[in-house]
């Protein structure tokens, strides 16, 4: 089993969040998201999150697979590309934390388990941070906590098969912080 997913301390950290206050978040703006990295501001403190390739052997060979990642930190935002920073404004109370987690069986036989989005429920709003194709460094942002209108199973399916592989098993579910 590869696994592309939140480690513990980072769960905790998500978990944590939930009744703080999620003030702000700051982004390179790339069509409907950014590349590599944005800040989030929860209770006055920056967190980044970042959603970077590593090396894994699958298939019998080395290939990049991106994960999402979160971590504390000090300083100002340094995107990992462009130098226009947005920001916008949330200033509500988290009320639960979600992670959309894809379970993937290839023909190969190879398993990899992915965390694919992070979604902070606020009372007025809901803001997702999701990734889409499996090498992808790209960051969407959406305002909805539906992953599967942003990046359906077809659309992750398509992105593994190759031409001459069977079809690709997905198995996506959703974890609510609030009640872990």
């Known amino acids: 089993m590869i696994y592309a997913t939140f480690n513990d301390s980072m769960i905790s950290m998500l978990r944590s969040f939930i009744g703080c206050e999620f003030n702000s978040y700051k982004y390179v703006s790339i069509g409907n998201g950014t ?3 944005l800040h989030i501001q929860i209770n006055g403190e920056p967190y980044e999150i970042r959603n970077q390739q590593g090396i894994v052997m699958m298939n019998n060979e080395f290939v990049d697979l991106s994960s999402l990642s979160i971590k504390k930190v000090a300083g100002e935002f340094e995107p990992v590309c462009g130098d226009q920073i947005s920001i916008n404004i949330i200033n509500d109370i988290i009320q639960d934390v979600q992670i959309f987690q894809d379970s993937v069986c290839l023909s190969s036989g190879d398993e990899i388990l992915m965390d694919m989005a992070v ?3 606020t009372k007025h ?5 999701s990734r889409d194709v499996w090498f992808s460094e790209f960051i969407t942002i959406s305002e909805t906590s539906d992953f599967d209108s942003v990046y359906p199973i077809c659309r992750a399916k398509d992105s593994w098969r190759n031409d001459d592989e069977s079809e690709v098993i997905i198995h996506r579910i959703t974890k609510s912080l609030l009640n872990i």
């Open 35 to 37: 590349y590599g990295n």
């Open 119 to 121: 979604v902070f429920k």
């Open 125 to 129: 709003t809901d803001i997702m941070f």
